[in-house]
């Protein structure tokens, strides 16, 4: 119970230093493009009223519903009504979930390896960099890692002779896995793979342990089978309920299922997918050797090599005093499994790897368990706590650095395709522009891109009531100018009328490429 409640303020303080590198100044950046499709759809369902999931795009319906609660409490109700912190709200405080969750890992991980595992969750760059950012990452992360977390706790009531008090919570730790299962397969299609990751390292480690499931002589069967029976009813459930809208689109339980010829395409680099196509090693340059805003080189290297030594600990079992073997060989072949299947894909994004970034952490938690567990005196354990708290600095700058002082800076790694600076203050003076016009005249705008890669424009005009959408125009004068993406051009043109009752005092106010 003494080291119950020490680990329970450990984790409180933790869980709170996380929040302040997640929730302040979630507005310090400019909408990515990624999150301006989903916030412009999220906005759209606020208007009409129904959400209806899209088998091409968009990823899962989760993500919208799980932000209403935050746009009601705002008052939004309609898109205009929207802003970054509204929406950025929910990822920050899943983000935060997932160092507080590591309390339902706490008995297979032990006191030193959880904290630890905390520690490196919430100082980690792009854990954080992505708990800020109106995606479906964050959200997939949290769910898969409870999905992983009850399913453990729930395996635990499954063995012969388990203490009594332990059986009625069999069914919980069940429907609570299936609960984050269903919402994991509703939030983004490439659960599935943490999900073949999850089953196919079960499977090996139940033929590596003893007490592994299914092979293990003291794991009753009949238990298994209905904790299993029953989380997989919830999972139905849950994801049933958000693909099909709750009733109201019963089409998209289908689509559910045949999104994946899309998204399997998409995986391939096909299409406009080929501008994300990257080698192999892209993801290890990203979070191990990346040059940084300044010169300097962005690493997450200690956890890198934490887990490596969290690995070692799981194959041999020195250091594991404390620890669930079969729980540490399962982290280690699931994340194994899954980092290899991301970087065999050809399609790359940067947050996508953290789904297996967090099996590193993870690891790299029991892999500082096993430093301070080889050691036997206290003053030692304190002394190699001390040292792993010092080398943990540097992913605490890179952290702050890449939240708050380099938000969207191009040296940033994990600020892919940012949108530049320059359209939020497009959006404004385009806003001012409307405004000054007499009573009545409404401000007519054109936007006009080939392959209608118009984001993340349609956010940041949504408030205008005039605005068309184009791919094509007979003639327009060449002319270099805004770019809301690095590589992206965009001209920017006003009517002469309007500019000259609206010109501003100081055109060096304006974005770059604005001319009358």
């Not at 009594?164 to 793979?193: D, N």
């Amino acid at each position: 119970m003494r080291r119950a409640a020490i680990l329970l303020c450990v984790l409180a303080a933790i869980t709170a230093g996380a929040g302040l590198l997640r929730s302040p100044q979630l507005d310090n950046r400019p909408m990515h493009a990624d999150e301006a499709v989903n916030a412009v759809r999220f906005g759209q369902w606020l208007e009409r009223g129904r959400l209806a999931y899209d088998p091409a795009e968009f990823h899962g319906p989760a993500l919208a519903y799980l932000t209403l609660p935050a746009a009601r409490a705002s008052g939004a109700r309609r898109l205009a009504d929207l802003d970054e912190v509204t929406l950025r709200f929910l990822p920050a405080v899943l983000g935060v979930a997932l160092v507080a969750g590591l309390w339902l890992l706490r008995g297979g991980l032990g006191l030193p390896a959880t904290v630890a595992a905390a520690v490196l969750t919430a100082i980690s760059p792009a854990m954080v960099f992505y708990s800020r950012y109106y995606i479906h990452e964050i959200p997939l992360v949290f769910f898969t890692f409870l999905f992983l977390a009850s399913g453990w706790r729930c395996l635990q009531t499954c063995y012969a002779g388990e203490p009594p008090a332990r059986r009625p919570g069999r069914l919980f730790w069940a429907a609570l896995a299936g609960l984050a299962a269903g919402a994991a397969h509703a939030t983004k299609e490439t659960f599935s793979l943490a999900l073949l990751a999850a089953i196919g390292s079960a499977g090996l480690v139940a033929l590596w342990s003893r007490r592994g499931p299914g092979r293990a002589p003291g794991l009753r069967k009949g238990p298994l089978l209905l904790a299993c029976l029953t989380a997989l009813v919830v999972a139905a459930a849950v994801s049933g309920a958000f693909f099909s809208s709750f009733g109201a689109n019963p089409r998209g339980l289908g689509d559910s299922f045949t999104a994946y010829a899309n998204y399997f395409h998409r995986a391939a680099g096909a299409g406009q997918a080929a501008w994300h196509v990257h080698p192999w090693y892209y993801y290890l340059q990203v979070l191990f050797w990346s040059p940084g805003p300044g010169g300097a080189t962005w690493s997450e290297g200690l956890i890198a090599a934490l887990a490596l030594v969290g690995m070692l600990a799981a194959l041999t079992g020195r250091g594991a005093g404390g620890m669930r073997l079969p729980l540490l060989r399962f982290l280690t072949l699931y994340t194994i499994i899954l980092a290899v299947v991301y970087c065999l894909i050809p399609y790359k994004t940067p947050w996508s790897m953290l789904s297996f970034l967090h099996g590193l952490i993870l690891l790299a938690g029991v892999g500082a368990g096993a430093l301070v567990n080889q050691v036997r005196s206290r003053a030692l354990k304190a002394a190699v706590a001390g040292a792993l708290c010092l080398a943990a600095i540097p992913l605490g700058v890179q952290a702050w650095q890449g939240a708050f002082l380099f938000p969207s800076a191009p040296g940033n790694p994990y600020a892919y395709a940012q949108t530049t600076a320059d359209v939020p203050v497009l959006a404004r003076h385009v806003e001012g522009l409307a405004a000054s016009l007499p009573p009545g005249d409404r401000l007519l705008v054109q936007v006009i891109r080939p392959g209608r890669d118009y984001w993340p424009l349609p956010w940041y005009l949504r408030r205008l009531g005039r605005v068309g959408w184009y791919d094509a125009v007979g003639s327009w004068p060449a002319a270099g100018g805004l770019q809301p993406r690095p590589g992206v051009p965009r001209s920017v043109f006003i009517r002469q009328d309007v500019w000259d009752a609206w010109a501003p005092g100081d055109p060096e106010t304006l974005p770059r490429g604005t001319r009358p």
